[in-house]
């Protein structure tokens, strides 16, 4: 089942660069080719936005994208992913 997921991009790691982070050897086999987007879900908060979450101690939820495409860290992605079998990690479609 696909849902839709809008987030800021904080970190992203192309696929030439897969061997030389640390990462979970399912997500490794998962992103063999692709790109590894760490997102912030929601956007870009405003700093009321993180204000008000850290006062309800409810912080922002990061997700992980799996992605045929390029994007650099900052952008805002808008895309229809499918939960892989790592909790919190998508695949884009």
Do not use: N
């Not at 997500?27 to 008000?52: D, Y």
């Not at 900052?74 to 695949?91: S, W």
Request: charged share 25%; net charge negative.
């Amino acid at each position: 089942m696909s849902e839709r997921i809008e987030g800021e991009v904080i970190h992203a790691v192309p696929p030439a660069e897969l061997g030389e982070h640390d990462l979970d050897p399912d997500l490794q086999s998962l992103a063999e080719g692709k790109h590894v987007l760490v997102c912030r879900r929601g956007g870009q908060p405003s700093i009321f936005e993180l204000a008000w979450a850290m006062l309800r101690r409810k912080p922002i939820q990061p997700v992980t994208l799996i992605s045929e495409s390029a994007v650099a860290e900052g952008d805002v992605v808008d895309v229809d992913a499918e939960e892989t079998t790592i909790p919190g990690v998508y695949r884009t479609i």
